[in-house]
Each structure stands twice: as C-alpha cells, then as structure tokens.
C-alpha cells in the first residue's frame, strides 16, 4: 500500500513538474529577446467604474507619463535602480497618489511617509519609516542602501540620517492637500482607519466610500544590462496610529529583487503583506519550484492573501512582467523593449 | 534531443523527491512521539574558549535556568506563546544579554530595544523597535500582536502604544550596565558598530576582542497542542545609529512561526537576515521543496549567509530542533519531551 501512494505521488509530482516545466518554456518563447522591462502601480482597491471621466482620466494621463519617464530611460541605457528611482519622485510628487505630497494623514493630522529600495545584484538594500520632512522619501531610502551600513531607519532616526545625507526637506505641510485633510476628518468620524490611498477620492471631487481604499506607489525593472531593482513609497493608511511602520518599508514584504529571480513591489493591507512575506515569497517560489513569475504571483496573491487584501508588480529576470490583484482594481502600467506599453485600472 | 532532456529531468527530479522524502521519514522517526520541544539562544559569535571559567558558567547557568523555565511550562501544558514570553522575559531581565536590562548601547548612550513574537497557528505577530522605557519588550510586542490591528510600531509611536497598553515602564538607565557603557566608549574610540552583545565583555571581567560580536536572545517552542510560535528581543549593536531597526522586530527576517512548518528565531548581522529573509526563508523551503527543518537551516544559514553573519534556532512542526550557525559559537539550549536538556555555547 505504502509503495502504491508513493508510486502516485511520483506520477502526480512529475505531471505536476513537467506541467510547470512546459509552461514556463512558453513563457519566455513569447519574450525571446526582452532587453528591459518596467512596471508601476500606484495602488489597488474597490476603485467604483463609476468614477467621473476627469478622474479616471487624471490617473491614466500620470501613470502613462511615468511608465513613458522610465521605459525611455531603460530604452537609453538607464540602470534598472535610476528608473525606478526617477518614476517613483515623479509619483511621490504627484498629489494623485498616496505618496509625498498627497499621502494620507495620521490619526495625528501628519503625513508619515515609508519606502524602500533594492537592488538585484547583490540584494543591497535601503528604506526609511515614518519620515515626515524629506521631499522623495525614495532617494533618502537609495540613500540608505548606498552609504549606510545599516537598511532601515525608522522615526527620528530616519530625519536625523536625512540631515547628513543632505536630501531635500520640506515642511510637512507640503505633503498635505485638502482632501487628504477631508478625508482623515470623515475616517476619524467613523473611528476606522483607512488603508492608502483611495483613487476617487484623492481626485477630490468623487465620494469616499468604505470599499475604496489602499495605495502606495511602486516601480519593478529589469535594464539592458540584466540588472532588477523594485522600490515602493507611501504613505501609508488615513487616520493609521503614530508610529505604525506597514510592509512598504519592510525588505521581503513590500519590496524585493534578486536578479536571480524577480524584482517585486506590493500594495494592499499591509500586515498581511509582512506576515505573509509576499515580495520574497514570490522570489522563493521561483527559486525553490522553478515556477515562473506569473505562476508564482499567482499562488501568493490569489492562495496566501486574502480577497481584497492588494496586489503586486513584477518584472522576472527574463524580462516577463506580472500585475496580479485580488482586488477590483489596481492603478498599473507595464512596458517593455518589444513595444508592449499597457496602463490600466480594473481587469 | 528536447525529448531526452525532459527525460532526464524527470528521473533526476524523482530522484532527488523520493530522496527528500526518505529523509524526512527518517527525522520523524527519531522523534516519534514528541510532545513539546523547545530551543533558546542568547546571541552568536566569536566567543573564546579562553573565556574565564566564571563567565562560562554564568552564562551555562543562566541558559539552564531559562530552559528549564520553558522546557516545564510546556510539560505543564502551557501553550508555546506563554512559554516563549515567560522565557524571554526571564533573559531579559539578566543583564548577560543584549536584551532588556544589559542591552547595548546606540551611539548617543542610551539603550533601544527590540522585539518581535509570532504565533504559528494564525501568522499573527507583533513587534516593536526602539523602545526606550519598556522593561520587557517582549511583552508589548506581544501585546501589538494580540491588541492591535498592526504588526510593527517603532520609535515614539511604540512609546505611545506602550503608554495605552499598560506594561512596565522604567527609565532608560535601567537598562544600562557598567560594562555596557566602557563597551560603548570603546567602540566610539574605535569608531566601530559591535554588533550586538559579546558574551565574555557582557560579564564584565574579560576584554572585548574585535571578534566577539553578536548577541540577541530569542526562543522558540512546540507546545502539546502542536502550535508554534517564535520570539526574538535584542538591545542591537554596540554604537549603532540611533534609529537604524535590524532584523529581531522584523517579521521573517528576525522571527518567523507557521504551524506548518517551524518557528525560528536569530541572531546576528541584522542586515543580512532581512536581505535573506532568513527566519521566513527558512520556512518556505520547508513549505515548498518538503525539506527538513535541519535541511533548510543549513541551506540558508550556510549557503546563503556568509560566514560569521550568526545563527538561527528552529523547532518544526513535528518538535524537531535546529540550531545552525556559522559563528564559532552561539549560546544556547534545547530540551523536548523525550527527555533532551542540552545547554551549550561552542559546537
């Protein structure tokens, strides 16, 4: 009996593999000769199809800017870490999404704000947590990964590292715009507290409503030279409570690139992000099975997540990209050296 | 030739699945019958053989005490959560170690701790980083995980979570010793970052040597239910920055427990278990190639960090126990049902 099930575990696993084995071969037939590859998202959620024209309009005008900022800079020679670094300060800029000026408001009325960085090569690594005067929370985090011993600073100790790194500062003010402020006044009624950023209701001129809601903004490339890097920014979620750090900043859970393997950002409920360890689950998945990207997004995102908890970007070593959500919808836009140049919002 | 290939591979393939699966037959046939295991450390590192015989056996004392601690709450039934606290609690507040009171101290003198607890049966967690008057930093990570909708709280915000929450508070000089602060004026002459705790400098009458680093405790348990659950709590590094956060409050890089798999907890170069993700990685080869606890911590603790980086305890799901580490020693103990009670600090 014993040599029976072991004799169908063989059959089932080798089924299982050469299945696998097939499907990632097709895979990368469809890309033969993928020289980069770029993905942003700038948040999933219940984003209402019934969100006004202009709105929608507003979110397919930036993110199509961004995605074209960093597929011309790959096209030219870029690094992978330079774009996504330029695309990320572009978005942390732009008041439309939840991260610099436009982020979310504590419980405290301040914006907080979180990122990493990492690169493939050599999983060197940066991010900050809770900082609330540097302009391109980014650039502080690349920052970290290139002149500092350590990965993450956090708090006073994220500002303090921002004096000597000598980065831009503003006053929190800065990052604070009306409906933000609106918003954290209607949360703080109803004693909830908000993931991110919700599409609609950052436009300003479209109703909140309790389904629509995450953000953070992220950018995964490969470049010419077959280098991976992933960064994420936010500002994490309306009416959070002073001093919670979420899986933005946290290496393995927001964030991850392995050149080996992927290069990955998410955005959704956060805690489940870091309990789950979904940007190097993903990875793992590859490098432990050999699944591809899409497969192994696939598992985490839609197996290990709950419905409604996010979604990620990836771009894998051979140039494929995977935007998988379990939500309704998620801010996105993929481009690569074959033309492909796709932004979208729902399915 | 595509043919023969595929052929090959899935020979091999089979090969090396029964192969695995053989073997871990075979660690759960050394353990038929295991009704709670347990692993503690107090920090990995260079630590002489020449260490003075005092301090050997202060530290053997203090690891045999808190096993003992731990190994009978859990004979009594006492779930692995309550026993992995109470143990903790117990190593932070002996100053040998670089938790709690004896904890080193950050380039400005003061000290700021951390900790992180997980709970195998949900993959709830809780961790705080750069608390400053928490006497038991344990015990508020545990509370983050059991109060509040978050996992992570780090600076001022972990103090405000602290004051709500109710645990112990003492000032900052509680936790400071004598040795800890020549420790510190030594490392600043020397314009250094120690790693965390050396176990002869801790007792005091021993010279640092540039090679002893490293400290942290951190324990994990196997309770007659069969829940996991992990815990890690450190005073960091010797002068590091004030505000850098290192891999003990991080969720899978630090600490790690799924039920269906193992419960771990570190120690070491903190940069390097979050760019490894070493608890978790630990974990998801267990959860995806069938490897063996013993397997998977050698995998990650040998190939992936490099040598000297620290070690890692674990307990699986079926009460197995690894202890790896690629110090020349590592303090800690182990003790299960069937009897095993074994304290050590070099191999």
Chains 1, 2 share one sequence.
Request: hydrophobic share 40%; net charge negative; with cysteine.
């Amino acid at each position: 009996m014993r040599h029976i099930t072991f004799l169908l575990f063989i059959i089932l696993f080798t089924a299982t593999t050469s299945c696998t084995d097939t499907e990632m071969q097709e895979v990368r037939n469809q890309f033969p000769s993928l020289e980069y590859s770029i993905a942003i998202h700038g948040g999933a959620g219940v984003m209402s199809r019934d969100m006004p024209v202009e709105t929608r309009e507003a979110y397919i005008r930036s993110l199509t800017e961004a995605l074209t900022i960093g597929r011309d800079m790959l096209a030219e020679g870029a690094s992978s870490l330079d774009a996504i670094e330029t695309v990320i300060r572009f978005m942390e800029d732009d008041p439309l999404f939840n991260a610099g000026r436009g982020a979310v408001l504590t419980n405290t009325g301040t914006a907080e704000l979180d990122a990493s960085v990492m690169d493939g090569r050599d999983l060197s690594a940066g991010a900050i947590a809770g900082v609330k005067t540097v302009k391109n929370p980014i650039s502080l985090a690349r920052h970290v990964m290139e002149n500092s011993r350590h990965i993450l600073f956090a708090g006073d100790g994220a500002e303090h590292y921002a004096d000597e790194a000598g980065v831009e500062r503003v006053e929190n003010s800065y990052f604070i715009t009306d409906n933000r402020r609106r918003q954290l006044e209607r949360a703080i009624e109803r004693d909830e507290v908000r993931f991110d950023h919700s599409g609609s209701s950052a436009a300003g001129d479209f109703p909140d409503s309790d389904n629509d809601r995450f953000g953070t903004v992220g950018v995964v490339a490969l470049d010419r030279d077959g280098n991976l890097a992933a960064g994420t920014s936010t500002g994490g979620m309306t009416n959070k409570r002073f001093g919670r750090v979420g899986d933005s900043p946290i290496i393995g859970a927001g964030t991850y690139a392995d050149n080996r393997t992927c290069a990955i950002s998410g955005t959704g409920t956060g805690e489940q992000f870091i309990r789950n360890a979904v940007a190097y689950q993903i990875s793992a998945i590859m490098e432990y099975t050999g699944a591809s990207l899409q497969e192994a997004a696939e598992i985490v995102v839609h197996e290990k997540l709950n419905e409604g908890d996010g979604g990620i970007i990836g771009v894998g070593s051979d140039g494929s990209i995977a935007m998988v959500f379990n939500t309704p919808g998620m801010y996105r836009g993929a481009a690569n050296s074959e033309g492909l140049f796709d932004v979208r919002i729902w399915d």
